[in-house]
């Protein structure tokens, strides 16, 4: 069992950065792959950005290489997004998720355990 609370969001101006952070509780929480995951209003969840359980391994969705970096700390059981050149289409609610398996391009139904989200809004 993890559970997962995620923090950092808020307003930023076009441009600006954010680190959001996902806390996990459990024990187990080195063991699972990680992604980050967001939703804008009236739009489906989105993979974002994923790391396998070490931390070698990455992905990110298109729209966000060379803007967002997934990083995690397994000795602080947390997940980090740092998110720079923020755009305003950016503007949604972020979800940290864990998963026994990692894949190029995570789908909702992949994932295991989920956080609650953080709103990030993005003003032009």
């Known amino acids: 069992q993890v559970q997962l609370v995620e923090s950092g969001g808020g307003l930023v101006q076009a441009g600006g950065s954010l680190r959001l952070s996902c806390a996990a509780s459990?024990?187990?929480?080195?063991?699972?792959?990680m992604a980050w995951f967001r939703q804008a209003p009236g739009k489906e969840r989105e993979f974002v950005a994923a790391?396998?359980?070490?931390?070698?391994?990455?992905y990110y969705v298109d729209s966000v290489k060379g803007r967002f970096t997934i990083s995690r700390d397994n000795a602080k059981n947390t997940l980090y997004l740092q998110m720079n050149s923020l755009k305003p289409e950016d503007t949604a609610v972020y979800y940290c998720?864990?998963?026994?398996?990692?894949?190029?391009?995570?789908?909702?139904?992949?994932?295991?355990?989920w956080g609650k989200g953080t709103l990030v809004t993005v003003s032009s």
């Open positions: 459990g024990r187990t929480f080195s063991t699972y792959a």
């Open positions: 998720s864990a998963a026994m398996t990692l894949d190029s391009h995570m789908r909702p139904a992949d994932m295991a355990y």
């Open positions: 790391i396998s359980w070490t931390g070698a391994g990455t």
